[in-house]
């Protein structure tokens, strides 16, 4: 039989899921759960490897190029007899055998993503295809982190999950956005046609301890600056909004998603929105008074209101936040002193 999992609409797999390798039936040997993370050197990914570790059940099986992720952030892990690094590009096809797969494996600053947008999109569609294509052959459940930029410059606000978006299909930012729109429809797809467990999470603006210092997403290019000592660069106008989780919440929120019954898609996020002029006022305010604020150009198409509703995490994951932008702030600057070597002044 199907096993039925809904994303909240009236959404039934129409063919049984593939089997799970035999080590899982074994009667004698209970194996471990196997767990592929792509995009595991990175700044979420890295902190999802630390909680999956946590648990002595798991292996865990990172894959990464390592294009903005580092193997720094997983130092503590390697030679680790449940942990394994692969240099691997998810473009080309991988074969291991795992029963869960965390897909994230794709450049997540714009700075980033715009650099080689050919190569972003094909991250996005031709990795997620080789991800399928891994979970159908050997049976695994795949969640897939796609983003708060599937709605684009939002007309409808908060944003919940059955707003279809407003996304320039041809825009600079649409290797990001429509890349990861394609990723979704290839998982539902999967999930109708060969009857995949797929989990889809839209992740909104994240940030914490282990951000590249250069990374150019707001909260980096903000604590860096202010504990350098050099003006706070709000593109204009200023008064668009973000709203940004604290990585363990996001943690928390993608293993839940994987464990539970639904597929998806869901929000995960913090709903508290702030205008960018207001985030550079409170990083002012708390990490250095003395530092000025400055407005700069912008780059195009970019989203002028952004604000998970929450209340399906909620319900089906039984999540919500818990670090709110005051507290988390603190963390991330001690991360980022440490390793610029900047002290606080008193
Ligand atoms: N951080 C956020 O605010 C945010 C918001 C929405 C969605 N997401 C999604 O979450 C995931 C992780 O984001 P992040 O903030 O940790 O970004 P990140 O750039 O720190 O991590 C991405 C990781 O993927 C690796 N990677 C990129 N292309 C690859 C490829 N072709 N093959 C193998 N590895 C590849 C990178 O080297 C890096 O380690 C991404 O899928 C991103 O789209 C993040
Ligand atoms: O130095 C800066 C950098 C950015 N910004 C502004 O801050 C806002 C947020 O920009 P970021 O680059 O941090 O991130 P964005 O919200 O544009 O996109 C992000 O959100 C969703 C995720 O999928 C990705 O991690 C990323 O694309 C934008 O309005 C941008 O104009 C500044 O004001 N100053």
């Known amino acids: 039989m199907a096993k039925e999992v809904s994303n909240g609409s009236n959404h039934v797999t129409t063919k049984p899921p593939p089997e ?3 080590l899982r039936r074994a009667k004698f040997f209970k194996a471990n759960m196997r767990i592929l993370v792509t995009g595991g050197a990175g700044f979420i990914g890295s902190h999802l490897v630390d909680k999956l570790m946590e648990n002595e059940k798991n292996e865990v099986i990172v894959v990464d190029n390592y294009f903005t992720g580092s193997k720094d952030n997983l130092r503590q892990w390697i030679g680790h007899p449940r942990f394994e690094l692969i240099r691997h590009d998810v473009t080309e096809p991988l074969l291991v055998e795992v029963d869960q797969i965390y897909h994230l494996a794709c450049p997540a600053s714009p700075i980033f993503y715009k650099y080689n947008p050919v190569k972003t999109i094909k991250t996005n569609v031709i990795g997620t295809l080789n991800m399928l294509g891994l979970a159908k052959r050997v049976g695994a459940r795949i969640l897939l982190t796609s983003t708060s930029e599937v709605y684009g410059d939002p007309l409808v606000h908060p944003q919940t999950e059955d707003y279809w978006g407003n996304v320039n299909p041809i825009g600079v930012r649409s290797c990001y956005d429509e890349g990861k729109r394609v990723a979704e429809t290839l998982m539902f797809d999967y999930h109708r046609q060969h009857g995949i467990e797929i989990r889809i999470a839209r992740i909104f603006n994240t940030y914490g301890p282990r951000m590249n210092i250069d990374d150019g997403r707001v909260v980096s290019n903000f604590l860096a600056q202010a504990i350098r000592d050099e003006a706070l660069t709000v593109q204009l106008p200023g008064t668009q909004t973000r709203s940004f989780c604290y990585v363990s919440d996001m ?65 089906l994951l039984g999540w919500e936040p818990k670090i709110k932008l005051r507290d988390g702030i603190p963390l991330m600057e001690e991360d980022f002193r440490k390793r610029l070597g900047i002290l606080r002044k008193n």
């Open 251 to 315: 943690v928390d929120g993608l293993i839940r998603l994987m464990e539970g019954d639904n597929t998806g898609p869901i929000n995960i996020g913090n709903p508290g929105e702030f205008t960018m002029l207001e985030l550079a006022e409170t990083v002012k305010e708390m990490i250095n008074p003395e530092v000025e604020i400055m407005t700069v150009e912008n780059t195009p198409d970019d989203p002028r209101q952004r604000k998970p509703d929450i209340t399906k995490a909620k319900e």
């Open 20 to 22: 799970p390798s035999p």
